[in-house]
């Protein structure tokens, strides 16, 4: 099944003015981690934003879950997108981290019992069991970011859109949060998750990368065929992974690289 089916979608802030997003199609399937790329302005988070329904389309079809966005689906289909954006601040109702990551929750009319172990579980699982109690106002953006992402996995999105969500944390939270959601999709494999970023080697990992320039989709596909091309990258503002550069060049030595997916794993390739 298709997750998210986009048909030529266009929209802009002004009226009369370029289109942001510009004619803009493609499918996402679902349970496959896809990953949107371009540079600064390309059209990205407007995207997102017109995804869920915050913003309204000009012209074109948005498909989530093989239902039309439309003022009559829009409830309905917002219950099964969760989205974290790139400023937690934004993000934050609660008085407390345990109320923030109850909030949701809480308005799905969840048990207190049932609603209490899920805000465990998943304030354990984003490391951050111990703020419970604590103000969001008072924690670091890296903290808040963790718990803006607690809430929105503890109510079980069929679709998880993230833009630039982990921009804001330090390197180990970025590999943790990922390692996170990528747990949450083996538990769940029917997650499909959206990921805006500039991290390339996460692109690099995803199961398709989308490429915006300019309100445009001038690439879609998988990493491999999209980061095959160095030049091409060079012009999306991109730079070449380091882990791709790394197996081009043990191809060329004759290892097999088929199965590596990690720095780790090319490392432990050449050492064996
Ligand atoms: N609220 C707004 N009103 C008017 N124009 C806007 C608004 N938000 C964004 N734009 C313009 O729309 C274009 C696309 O912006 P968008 O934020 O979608 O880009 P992006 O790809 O997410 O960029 P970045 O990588 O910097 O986050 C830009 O030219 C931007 O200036
Ligand atoms: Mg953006």
Same mark, same amino acid.
């Given at each position: 099944?298709?997750?998210?089916?986009?048909?030529?979608?266009?929209?802009?802030?002004?009226?009369?003015?370029?289109?942001?997003?510009?004619?803009?199609?493609?499918?996402?399937?679902?349970?496959?981690?896809?990953?949107?790329?371009?540079?600064?302005?390309?059209?990205?988070?407007?995207?997102?934003?017109?995804?869920?329904? /915050?913003?309204? =389309?000009?012209?074109?079809?948005?498909?989530? #879950?093989?239902? !039309?966005?439309? &003022? @009559? %689906?829009?409830?309905?289909?917002?219950?099964?997108?969760?989205?974290?954006?790139?400023?937690?601040?934004?993000?934050?109702?609660?008085?407390?981290?345990?109320?923030?990551?109850?909030?949701?929750?809480?308005?799905?009319?969840?048990?207190?019992?049932?609603?209490?172990?899920?805000?465990?579980?998943?304030?354990?699982?984003?490391?951050?069991?111990?703020?419970?109690?604590?103000?969001?106002?008072?924690?670091?953006?890296?903290?808040?970011?963790?718990?803006?992402?607690?809430?929105?996995?503890?109510?079980?999105?069929?679709?998880?859109?993230?833009?630039?969500?982990?921009?804001? /944390?330090?390197? =180990?939270?970025?590999?943790?949060?990922?390692? #996170?959601?990528? !747990?949450?999709? &083996? @538990? %769940?494999?029917?997650?499909?998750?959206?990921?805006?970023?500039?991290?390339?080697?996460?692109?690099?990992?995803?199961?398709?990368?989308?490429?915006?320039?300019?309100?445009?989709?001038?690439?879609?596909?998988?990493?491999?065929?999209?980061?095959?091309?160095?030049?091409?990258?060079?012009?999306?503002?991109?730079?070449?992974?380091?882990?791709?550069?790394?197996?081009?060049?043990?191809?060329?030595?004759?290892?097999?690289?088929?199965?590596?997916?990690?720095?780790?794993?090319?490392?432990?390739?050449?050492?064996?």
């Amino acid at each position: 099944m298709k997750s998210i089916s986009v048909k030529h979608l266009s929209y802009s802030y002004v009226r009369e003015s370029e289109d942001v997003v510009n004619d803009v199609s493609f499918d996402i399937e679902e349970g496959t981690y896809v990953t949107i790329v371009g540079p600064n302005g390309s059209g990205k988070s407007t995207l997102a934003r017109l995804l869920i329904g /915050l913003l309204k =389309k000009n012209s074109g079809d948005i498909f989530i #879950l093989d239902k !039309e966005l439309n &003022k @009559e %689906n829009i409830n309905s289909i917002r219950k099964d997108v969760g989205i974290i954006f790139q400023n937690p601040d934004n993000q934050f109702i609660g008085a407390t981290v345990e109320d923030d990551i109850a909030f949701g929750l809480e308005n799905r009319q969840v048990g207190r019992e049932e609603m209490r172990d899920i805000v465990k579980s998943f304030s354990e699982k984003v490391g951050m069991s111990s703020f419970l109690k604590s103000e969001p106002s008072n924690l670091s953006g890296g903290q808040k970011q963790r718990v803006a992402i607690a809430g929105v996995l503890a109510l079980n999105p069929k679709i998880l859109i993230m833009d630039e969500a982990t921009s804001m /944390l330090d390197p =180990k939270g970025k590999v943790e949060t990922l390692q #996170l959601i990528n !747990e949450i999709r &083996k @538990e %769940n494999p029917s997650l499909t998750v959206v990921s805006i970023t500039h991290d390339i080697e996460e692109a690099y990992l995803s199961d398709q990368v989308i490429v915006l320039k300019d309100g445009k989709v001038i690439a879609s596909g998988k990493p491999e065929e999209i980061f095959k091309d160095e030049k091409s990258l060079e012009e999306m503002h991109l730079t070449v992974p380091f882990l791709y550069k790394v197996k081009n060049r043990m191809k060329e030595l004759g290892y097999d690289v088929k199965n590596i997916n990690s720095l780790e794993e090319a490392v432990d390739e050449l050492c064996r």
